[in-house]
């Protein structure tokens, strides 16, 4: 295994930023996923990070879409496993889905969807809803904060992950401030 460690850059294109690193990588391999973008919901005006972790032999080319089109919304061939695509300045009607797709000269990792909501000033929300995946009869809390202080977090529910299937639904019908943050953290017994 050999690895390659250049200095991180920062690229800016336009209305979006690159953030690159490179982790090692084994050669002779086709891309995978290791780290997957996650869905976001950001007031207008602000700011959305979709970052991907990728494996395989370098370069990668990262391809973006939006809204499931066949054109390519953004696509950059990298030495780097590391690619973060930096929306900033939204507004509700760029609220889209985003399509990521991974490949090098060995093959193609792909089909992993995100959606980017956007929400305008006084826009009402109707709750917040959380699934959580784990180990089965594990045991769990949901906090709740309307600040990021220490102090500020209160427990919402404890819950232990049933067996079949092995997920929890959590619907907050209170959470339409959209300055309110959740943490899932698991209970020691």
């Given at each position: 295994m050999k690895t390659l460690l250049p200095p991180t850059t920062m690229k800016t294109l336009l209305a979006f930023t690159l953030l690159?690193?490179?982790?090692?990588?084994a050669f002779g391999q086709h891309p995978i996923i290791v780290t997957a973008p996650v869905s976001q919901a950001v007031p207008e005006g602000g700011t959305a990070y979709l970052h991907v972790e990728a494996a395989g032999i370098l370069p990668l080319t990262y391809t973006w879409?939006?809204?499931?089109?066949?054109?390519?919304?953004?696509?950059?061939?990298?030495?780097?496993?590391h690619c973060t695509l930096v929306l900033s300045n939204l507004t509700p009607a760029?609220?889209?889905?985003?399509?990521?797709?991974?490949?090098?000269?060995?093959?193609?990792?792909g089909?992993?969807?995100?959606?980017?909501?956007?929400?305008?000033?006084?826009?009402?929300?109707?709750?917040f809803a959380l699934t959580i995946r784990g180990l089965t009869n594990s045991t769990w809390r949901i906090d709740c904060s309307t600040n990021l202080a220490t102090s500020g977090w209160f427990t919402l529910t404890n819950f232990s992950i049933?067996?079949?299937?092995?997920?929890?639904?959590?619907?907050?019908?209170?959470?339409?401030?959209?300055?309110?943050?959740?943490?899932?953290?698991?209970?020691?017994?």
């Open positions: 690159l690193t490179v982790s090692p990588v879409r939006r809204n499931r089109e066949a054109t390519n919304y953004y696509q950059v061939t990298l030495d780097s496993t760029q609220a889209c889905f985003f399509s990521l797709d991974v490949n090098n000269a060995y093959g193609y990792a089909g992993k969807q995100v959606i980017v909501a956007v929400l305008s000033a006084g826009m009402e929300t109707n709750g049933p067996r079949s299937p092995p997920l929890f639904k959590f619907v907050d019908l209170e959470g339409t401030n959209r300055s309110r943050f959740y943490q899932v953290i698991p209970k020691v017994n």
